[in-house]
């Protein structure tokens, strides 16, 4: 998801030395972008919450509606 300002989403967390500094679910090693991975190769919203122990379906959705927030917002022209 390049291009999103995910230090917007409270959701998720950047700290450094912590999965390399990737987009992390808040509390967890999960990288954000796990969830789209596994979105766009069929997976539903609930498989994912029951295969990645410590995720919530309130955090995924919270990332989807950030994502969907931020589709909506236009580009700053370059």
Request: charged share 25%; proline share 6%.
């Amino acid at each position: 998801m390049v291009g999103l300002d995910w230090s917007q989403c409270p959701a998720v967390e950047s700290v450094p030395g912590k999965m390399s500094g990737a987009w992390v679910f808040r509390g967890t090693r999960m990288p954000v972008a796990i969830v789209f991975e596994n979105l766009e190769a069929g997976m539903t919203l609930d498989e994912l919450v029951e295969m990645y122990d410590g995720l919530t379906r309130e955090q995924v959705k919270a990332v989807l509606d950030f994502a969907a927030r931020s589709l909506e917002t236009p580009a700053p022209a370059r």
